[in-house]
Antibody, heavy 119, light 113 residues
């Protein structure tokens, strides 16, 4: 069974940094492209970033380019999101999501990790 | 970026009745070489992560009840729930994966009337 478990969220001050992790199991992680998506409290879904299975291609939403860095470690079955220069508007639940092998839609999602930016 | 706009923002439908949610993209998400629309629908219940319902605009994900259907092409798409059940109360989102920068619609909140 596919499992994605995010961790690393918490309370952080504006201007701070955080590294989120997503531990994958139940599938061959190195064969799948992965994404990060966030959801601010009471708001909709916002796609953040994509990484190819081999890390050969990486894309970011314009809203986070330059502050967020996606990476993965296929040996550790793990996906990461480094978030720098945190702002109040980065407060959200951050989800990792797997892309289907059939196309670039997101077929499995983790439960999410909450990041709260506040002084 | 491709902007996805859903309508309505919220919807109240009686049990057993049809629910229809619309999604419009700012440019076509139909890829001419394979005649596929790069459009997915997700359901998100309160306190849960999103769940994939429909992909390629009209293909139901495995295990999704057949009361859920997707239609449309190019820039205009529809998610239809043919006979609303209590467990369908949720927010619904469309997403385009035509561009390398994926985008979601703002969501439609579906409630029971």
């Amino acid at each position: 069974e596919v499992h994605l478990v995010e961790s690393g969220g918490g309370l952080v001050q504006p201007g701070g940094s955080l590294r989120l992790s997503c531990a994958a199991s139940g599938f061959t992680f190195s064969n799948f492209n992965m994404n990060w998506v966030r959801q601010a409290p009471g708001k909709g879904l916002e796609w953040l970033s994509y990484i190819h299975s081999s890390s050969s291609s990486i894309y970011y939403a314009d809203s986070v380019k330059g502050r967020f860095t996606i990476s993965r470690d296929n040996a550790q079955n793990s996906l990461y999101l480094q978030i720098n220069s945190l702002r109040d508007e980065d407060t959200a639940v951050y989800y990792c999501a797997r892309e289907s092998p059939l196309g670039s839609f997101l077929d499995y999602w983790g439960q999410g990790t909450l990041v709260t930016v506040s002084s | 970026d491709i902007v996805m706009t859903q309508s309505p923002d919220s919807l109240a439908v009686s049990l057993g009745e049809r629910a229809t949610i619309n999604c419009k993209s700012s440019q076509s998400v139909l890829y001419n070489s394979n005649n596929k629309n790069y459009l997915a629908w997700y359901q998100q219940k309160a306190g849960q992560p999103p769940k994939l319902l429909i992909y390629w605009a009209s293909t139901r994900e495995s295990g999704v009840p057949d009361r859920f259907s997707g239609s449309g092409s190019g820039t205009d798409f529809t998610l239809t729930i043919s006979s609303l059940q209590a467990e369908d109360v949720a927010a619904y989102y469309c997403q385009q994966y035509y561009s390398t920068l994926y985008t979601f619609g703002q969501g439609t909140k579906l409630e029971i009337k």
